[in-house]
């Protein structure tokens, strides 16, 4: 039939009550979105007062697809529609989706639901064919496209495993499932007989999709997970409809410093978000209003922030943002390593630049430039300073291939021979535009870097080396350490307060 998004629900039920109700229905995205719109399609499939007989649920495992099918192909033991759930399913993911539920799984573990942390992770390894020892410790670097240097230490990861041997759970990959399921419903359900189908992420590639898709109807509860400041302000639009709705049934409202605040707080996490707003309206009481006042003492900030928050307040010279980045992402990540690698990264970069500003290519830059005068004038400089960069590598690669062994070269002949020429392009971090069709990034990082100057950036380069030793060496606390090198970064380390020296 279609697919929809979950803003059109409302309309399409008040249309189907005339024109009837599809006999398939896949609702997916925000847990909590998705969970709505099943709700409000239930009550106007079967009434709460029928659902005693007339409705039934089943867990979204795999192995529970023959059950469900069971039960979707029986007849009601009372007259009128049927439904069966088949609620929060895997078998829509793919290997696309490795790094999501390796998050989700974390995420689980950490809010104390060990079993939603091991399916999670079974789904994950019965995609990619993978036993318990193929993800040991000694395997776990081959067989993982993650960063692995982080899961090899990770507590959870090794106690989730522990937990599946030692409870019997095996991986499983739900594709024979899906065809099965997507089998049943191609050939189609008794006539008042209706199905839906609950999941967080799905892969739209899938023949279980198209199927759907075709006979039955698609709900997209999904929102935008991206930093980027379109995904931001899809996901404060969501936030703000669902406040809205709430503050409304509750007769109350929120000055506009309050709600910043609390989309501050909280990030875009639906259902904390709710919660924290649930609080609130208990805690002011018979007051009509919420101030900011009200959210800074009721409202707990759980926001996890992307590490680009810091680095950007380190390439701003922020001293004050910096620091809370840092003391607000110190406990989200596993290592302090992946907090210096990013830091260390952003230095380099700003000394990158440096160099195009310094060079011949550099003279159509100024601070004051804007962004479309940058598009036309300093973009296509940039590209050409690339292009100098790779063409410098490779005339490099090919005076060190000069000093191939005899056999080597041969062998390489003969490659050329069947093959083709099998000079490539070196592969190199050194171009400042990595991606030239999102000139956005490139403009900022230009406009930053005239905060610093090249023997700072040197200077910064020096000090994050003797940081690097200490962190793998010395045993020395790592949050100070961090805070040295920011301090050395943002400011002068000799006007700033520090209670542990210098580095």
């Not at 350490?481 to 210098?502: A, M, Q, Y």
């Amino acid at each position: 039939m279609t697919e929809i998004n979950y803003k059109e629900v409302k309309d399409y039920l008040k249309k189907s009550d005339k024109n009837g109700f599809a006999h398939v229905y896949l609702i997916f995205g925000e847990e909590l979105l998705y969970k709505t719109v099943f709700e409000e399609l239930l009550d106007k499939l079967v009434p709460a007062p029928t659902r005693g007989l007339n409705y039934e649920s089943v867990d979204g495992a795999s192995e529970k697809i023959n059950e469900a099918l069971q039960r979707i192909n029986t007849y009601s033991l009372l007259q009128g529609t049927k439904v069966v759930a088949i609620c929060d399913t895997q078998i829509f993911y793919s290997k696309l989706n490795e790094k999501a539920l390796i998050e989700k799984a974390k995420t689980e573990y950490n809010n104390d639901n060990i079993q939603k942390a091991a399916n999670y992770l079974l789904s994950l390894l019965g995609l990619l064919n993978l036993s318990f020892d193929d993800i040991s410790k000694a395997n776990r670097g081959k067989a993982l496209k993650l960063d692995v240097d982080r899961l090899v230490g990770e507590e959870w990861f090794d106690k989730t495993i522990d937990y599946c041997i030692e409870g019997g759970l095996t991986p499983s990959n739900g594709d024979d499932k899906g065809k099965l399921l997507q089998q049943a419903i191609e050939k189609g359900f008794p006539k008042d007989n209706h199905l839906i189908i609950t999941a967080d992420m799905v892969d739209k590639r899938k023949g279980l999709y198209k199927a759907i898709n075709k006979c039955g109807m698609v709900v997209d509860c999904s929102v935008p997970k991206g930093e980027r400041r379109a995904d931001r302000m899809a996901q404060e639009k969501v936030l703000y409809e669902n406040m809205e709705t709430v503050l409304a049934k509750n007769k109350k409202r929120m000055d506009k410093a309050a709600i910043a605040a609390m989309f501050e707080m909280t990030g875009f996490n639906l259902r904390t978000f709710l919660n924290n707003l649930e609080k609130l309206i208990s805690y002011v009481g018979e007051r009509n209003s919420i101030t900011i006042d009200d959210v800074k003492f009721v409202v707990k900030r759980t926001k996890k922030d992307p590490i680009f928050e810091l680095t950007n307040a380190i390439s701003d010279r922020n001293l004050e943002k910096a620091l809370f980045f840092l003391n607000s992402l110190l406990p989200q990540l596993d290592h302090p390593l992946q907090l210096f690698a990013a830091i260390t990264n952003q230095v380099r970069k700003l000394l990158l630049i440096k160099g195009f500003v310094e060079s011949r290519h550099g003279r159509a830059w100024n601070a004051g430039i804007r962004f479309d005068q940058f598009q036309r004038a300093v973009m296509p400089a940039i590209k050409e300073y690339d292009k100098d960069i790779v063409n410098r590598l490779e005339d490099w690669q090919s005076m060190l291939s000069k000093n191939v062994n005899t056999v080597d070269k041969a062998a390489k002949k003969g490659k050329a021979k069947k093959g083709g020429s099998n000079k490539s392009k070196p592969s190199t971090d050194l171009l400042i535009a990595q991606n030239p069709n999102n000139p956005y990034p490139v403009y900022q990082m230009l406009l930053r870097s005239e905060r610093f100057t090249t023997n700072e950036l040197i200077e910064d380069l020096k000090r994050l080396s003797e940081a690097d030793l200490r962190l793998k060496s010395t045993g020395g606390n790592p949050k100070i350490i961090l805070e040295k090198v920011i301090f050395h970064i943002c400011g002068d380390l000799n006007t700033l307060p520090l209670s542990s020296g210098r580095i």
